[in-house]
């Protein structure tokens, strides 16, 4: 048996298993929080949206809400990448790649949603 | 008469598996009702062709194939639950070594790999070492498995890398050793599963429970284990 100290292998299993579960969570909430309240107090025209989104509460909360959208794609493609792509060469590349298309992503959100 | 097609496979002679169709007269089978017995008399009829098996019983596990597409014991499977042609093809994700065996060592050395006994460097007692209805009751659903390779071979994981996922087999055998109130090296063998092959490859597919000839729950086992190590961790 191999013996390792507790959580010393890099990339251990269990830190993304956990991360993964935890940002579905938090993904699922919001989801359901954002429907309630759009059903709630409905939406129609550009003020409504701006009103409705421009409160400190609302972007962070969406802002967390893309960072765990994120951090849950990244874990589950990675998973993807894992199992099909034995190469790992081209699954470093790929997972550059996934990387920077990501931070692009979440700095467009950062824009978009913080105002920065 | 009853329909087979059967995967034929030599590798020394053979440049490509190939299927091959078979016909048997009910009334040879004088009432024996299982996919064993047929296969018996049709290697019979062709001697030539190759399958394991032992027992006849459901308990050496050494018969299991894919039949109609699902893995399962030819010994235990009614000839009368199947459709027509049986198709009959090896274990998926095996080696072939002819026909219906497959090696079996890929499979063996995940096995081996989570040392499957009792590690217990505690001075022996006087008498066995004992254990309370309760924790004995813990390995009831894992302690039957058969080790016949249904579950594994069936799951998509196992197919991609079986060199480093450990598949549901191992992993049930793996739980079974680690809820041994008997065994000393829990913490060993949690450290030897928590890397990003051995146990997390396993993505609940649930292929395992449906193939398990025994009725056991490989994937409620490996859930077990993911909740050993969380509490580990917290």
Known sequence: ?116 | MIRFSIYRYDPDKDAKPRMQDFELDEALLEGRQMLLDAMLLLKAQDDTLSFRRSCREGVCGSDAMSINGRNGLACVTPLSDLKQPITLRPLPGMPVVRDLVVDMEPFYKQYRSIKPWLINDEPEPEIERLQSDEDRRKLDGLYECILCGCCSTSCPSFWWNPDKYLGPAALLQSYRFLVDSRDKATSERLDDLEDPFRLFRCHSIMNCVEACPKGLNPALAIHHIREMLLRRSS
Do not use: C
Request: charged share 10%.
């Open chain 1, 1 to 116: 048996m191999r013996r390792t100290e507790r959580g010393s292998r890099s990339g251990g299993g269990l830190g993304e298993w956990i991360i993964q579960r935890v940002s579905a969570v938090y993904v699922l909430l919001f989801t359901v929080w954002l429907g309630v309240s759009l059903s709630v107090s409905p939406v129609h025209s550009h003020a409504d949206w701006v009103s409705f989104s421009s409160g400190y509460f609302f972007r962070a909360a969406a802002i967390l809400f893309i960072v765990s959208l994120l951090i849950h794609a990244w874990t589950g493609l990675k998973s993807v990448f894992l199992d099909y792509v034995h190469n790992w060469r081209l699954r470093f590349v790929l997972l550059m790649t996934l990387a920077l298309l990501f931070t692009g992503m979440l700095a467009w959100a950062l824009i978009v949603i913080g105002g920065v």
